[in-house]
Nanobody
Framework: QVHLVESGGGSVQEGGSMTLSCEAS????????MGWFRQYPRKQREGVAA???????TYADSVKGRFTISKDSAKNTLTLQMTSLKPEDTAMYYC?????????????????????WGQGTRVSVSS
C-alpha cells in the first residue's frame, strides 16, 4: 500500500505562484510514476502533470509553460511548482501514484492509470 499526503494548497491572486508537495510512504516500489490531477466541482479528475523515475515528465496543454513537476525518488516526494496562476486553475488538486512505467509518459495523464491517491489539497486563484 502507498500513502500519499499533499500539502501547499491555499489562496493566491491571479498571476501568483504556489507550490504543491506530495510525500509518499509505504510501499515506495509502487510509485514508479506519480502525477498531479485536479478536479472541478461535478467534473471528473483531469491530469495536470506526471513524472516517473526515469526522468520523463508530461503536462496537460493548459499548464505547459506555467507548471513544473519534479519527482525526488530519494526523498519520495513529488512537487508541482505553479506560476502565472489563473482563476481557472482553481480546483482540488490530488497527488497520485502507480507502479506502472509508461513507455510514453504522455499516456499517463488518465486517472484510471493510477491506483493510489492522496486526500487532495485545494487551490483557489482569485481575479
Amino acid at each position: 500500500q502507498v500513502h500519499l499526503v499533499e500539502s501547499g494548497g491555499g489562496s493566491v491572486q491571479e498571476g501568483g505562484s504556489m507550490t504543491l508537495s506530495c510525500e509518499a510512504s509505504g510501499d515506495i516500489s509502487r510509485t514508479n510514476t506519480m502525477g498531479w490531477f485536479r478536479q472541478y466541482p461535478r467534473k471528473q479528475r483531469e491530469g495536470v502533470a506526471a513524472a516517473d523515475n526515469d526522468g520523463q515528465v508530461t503536462y496537460a496543454d493548459s499548464v505547459k509553460g506555467r507548471f513544473t513537476i519534479s519527482k525526488d525518488s530519494a526523498k519520495n516526494t513529488l512537487t508541482l511548482q505553479m506560476t502565472s496562476l489563473k482563476p481557472e486553475d482553481t480546483a482540488m488538486y490530488y497527488c497520485a501514484a502507480t507502479s506502472v512505467w509508461f513507455q510514453n509518459i504522455s499516456f499517463s495523464l488518465l486517472a484510471s492509470a493510477f491506483n493510489f491517491w492522496g486526500q487532495g489539497t485545494r487551490v483557489s486563484v482569485s481575479s
